[in-house]
Structure formats: C-alpha cells, structure tokens
C-alpha cells in the first residue's frame, strides 16, 4: 500500500482531482450525446426484436455478471441512469467499480448474501456500528454468525469460515475511529468492509489504506438533502459482478430516479462536506468549552457530524431545538439532531449499547450548511434550563423515559 496516501493530494487519474471528477464522472459522454443533464431512463424494460441476442445477454450477465452491453433486457439487471452514478462513486472512491441498492441496508444485506453464496457465513465486526447493521448482523436473518471484538481482536477471531470483517470509521454513533490499515492487515485475506459513510470519499478513501469493500448509506451525505434513499457498494470488478448478480435475483435495485439525483448530489460533494465539516469543527470547539456538556466527540478526520454528551436531560435538548430540526438520519444540508438511545441505536440490547460507548446522555448532530452563528444560537438556548449544568459531585444517571420497542 501507499504510506503517502494520507498526506498525498488525491487523484483518480493522473489528472483529475475528486473536485473535478465529482462533477465530471459518469457524464464524459454527455456532450457526445449533444446533451448537458445526464438522461433520465425511467424503462422498466427495454423492447428487442432479436431474442436470441438477447438470450445471450442474459447468459453473458448470468456467466459474469458484467454490466449488460446495450440495453439490459430488464430493469433489475441495470439501469443507465443508476450506472452514471455507479461510474462515478467508483471514481470518486478510487475502485474498479461500484453498486447501487436501493439503501445502505439493501447494499449490506447484498454483500452478506454474496459472501455467505460461497460459504462464507462468519462476520467478524466492530462496534459501534450502525444501529440496523448491528442488528443484521447480530440478529441472524440472513444465516450469518457475528464475532464482535475489538480492532485488536481481529485477527484472533478470523476463522476458516470467516468471509468479512466490517468496521465503521468513523462510527456512528460516537464518532469513534478504526486505523484501517491496521485492521486490514489484520485481515489478512479476508475481505475488509468500511462503512464510509460518515466520512465520504471527500475526506477519507479506505481502499487507500487497504480496504477491499467500500459501503455507503447513499441516503447520507451522496444524496446529501435529504430526499433520496439508497445504498451503494464501491469495490473490485470481480466483486462487484457477483454483487450485481445477487441484486438482480434479489431485486434491491435502486430507483432510477434516485440514481439521478444522487449523481446530481456527488457534484457538490466535496463542497458541502468541506462547508459543514468547518462548521462542526467550530461546533465541537465551543461545546468543548460549555461547561454544560460532559463530553464531545469529534472525529481526527473531521467531517460533519459530532456528538455530545450531556450533563442535564438529553431528551429537554430534542424538544427545544427550533432551528435544528429533532429527526434521525444525517447528511442532508440541513443540521439534523438525534439521541442514539432512543433512537438510531435503539434496536441494540442496552448493554451491548452502552459497552459500545453509546450512553444514554448522548446526543448526535448531523451539523448542515447553516450559518454556524445561527446554530451555536439554537444549542445554547436548547441545552440552557433546569439542570443543564454538572451537579457538584457525579452526574446521575438519566432515566429512560421512551418505552421498549423502535
Ligand atoms: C443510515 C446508515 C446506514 C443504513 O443506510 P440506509 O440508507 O438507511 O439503509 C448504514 N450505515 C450508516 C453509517 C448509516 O448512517
């Protein structure tokens, strides 16, 4: 691997940086086409005269399960659209080739199946990671067997068996970072998966540091305004054509018109993440300094998301946001505030919760592009009120007030 990689400028090519790529990528061909938008191709199927060129398109993408030449015969094997996307997230993330689903969680449950397809059914995993990818993984629906362990326990838990180890770095939902070329290395041969979520190819590219698996909750920061669901895989070709495969029998495909709108979303990417990024950083800093806060959390990577912990009720602070608007989800242009507890991380058993570092104090922002001044204005009057400083001895625990259940 590339000891530079971290402190080098990025480039996808020799010659274009991500910022250029993120408005370029998957639209070289537009200006041949004499069009400047991408087309939106919403065809569900796509009429032929000749069935036997098109039986050997199906067995072509049964054998390979290579992107279809010309028109796919159906809209489960691929779409146009999604594929300008696809290209593009590839570029951006540094792989051969990436794959679109129709969430993040579509997106895992697809790379689950392809691993588990070979035999491959043992998970080992970090946590904290996602809430609902916890839950996937530890829960069993889909016949895979979870190790948890810490990163320093990777390679002790690697079995023959084993056909993924995923991390989140950083985590959701307490920022918490993973050294990823330590823990590929400790992978050894077995595919590494980070959830990239949160960082973005903008801010840390993991196939850099030897990571084979790149996932995204394309809801998040892709789409980035909070009106797209979806999910995308960046990775090698050979992986990316089974997971095309398990799509098309499995038909987590993602809509054609999100596809569209997330290629619109990655084009101001890297300015969005590095606008809301200096605002979160400026956020973190000030909270820091609040003596109302117990604790923040603010990623060495930077970003746009942080969380905090709070002396007084956690819940007092949702209910008395007024610009910042009290919702799960993240990475939309908008800032967005949540507790994990109640919330996001609410379908984990409390005590692995909290042995994560989940506590239930914790709140998260997804900070957006608002002026920073505006949201400092909205914190301070949410976390002001009754007992929002530290008692003089320790904080007292925070009683759960929502019932069981999401
Ligand atoms: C939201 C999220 C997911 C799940 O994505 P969906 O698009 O909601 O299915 C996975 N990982 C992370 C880090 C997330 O924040």
Avoid at 304 to 323: C, K, N, Q, T, W
Wanted: aromatic share 4%; hydrophobic share 40%.
């Amino acid at each position: 691997m590339d000891t530079e990689a971290s402190t080098t400028p990025w480039t996808a090519s020799p010659s274009r940086a991500l910022a250029t790529e993120a408005v370029h990528a998957g639209r070289d061909d537009l200006a041949s086409l004499g069009l400047h938008a991408p087309p939106l191709d919403l065809s569900t199927t796509y009429p032929s005269y000749d069935s036997r060129g098109e039986a050997e398109r199906i067995d072509a993408f049964a054998a390979t399960g290579a992107r279809p030449e010309g028109p796919p015969v159906y809209a489960r094997l691929d779409n146009p659209t999604t594929g300008r996307f696809e290209t593009a997230l590839a570029r951006l993330e540094g792989t051969d080739s990436a794959v679109a689903f129709a969430s993040g969680m579509a997106a895992l449950t697809a790379v689950l199946l392809a691993r588990a397809s070979v035999g491959l059914r043992h998970v080992v995993a970090v946590r904290p990671l996602y809430g609902c990818s916890d839950h996937l993984l530890g829960a069993g629906l889909l016949g895979t067997e979870v190790t948890w362990t810490d990163p320093a326990g990777i390679a002790d838990a690697i079995r023959p068996d084993t056909g993924l180890v995923m991390v989140e770095t950083p985590a959701n939902p307490t920022l918490a970072e993973v050294d990823i070329r330590a823990v590929a290395h400790a992978c050894g041969s077995v595919p590494l998966l980070v959830d990239n979520t949160f960082a973005t190819p903008v801010l840390q590219r993991p196939v850099e540091h030897g990571a084979r698996i790149v996932l995204h909750s394309a809801t998040k920061y892709l789409g980035g305004h909070g009106d797209v669901m979806g999910g995308v895989v960046a990775c090698d070709e050979e992986f990316a054509a089974t997971l095309r495969q398990v799509r098309f029998a499995t038909g987590g495909v993602l809509h054609p018109l999100a596809g569209y709108l997330l290629l619109r979303g990655l084009s101001t990417l890297p300015v969005r993440v590095r606008a809301a990024s200096q605002s979160a950083a400026e956020l973190a800093g000030r909270l820091t300094a609040d003596p109302r806060i117990a604790r923040v959390h603010y990623p060495r990577v930077g970003g746009a998301m942080l969380s905090f912990e709070v002396y007084g009720d956690p819940h007092r602070v949702i209910a008395s946001v007024r610009l910042i608007t009290p919702a799960v989800s993240l990475g939309s242009v908008d800032s967005l505030i949540q507790h994990p507890a109640s919330i996001s991380h609410r379908i984990v058993a409390e005590g692995d919760r909290r042995a994560s570092g989940v506590s239930d104090r914790l709140l998260r922002m997804s900070v957006g592009l608002e002026d920073v001044e505006d949201l400092w204005a909205d914190l301070c009057q949410a976390l002001s009120g009754p007992s929002a400083l530290p008692p003089r001895t320790t904080a007292a625990p925070v009683r759960e007030s929502r019932p069981v259940g999401l």
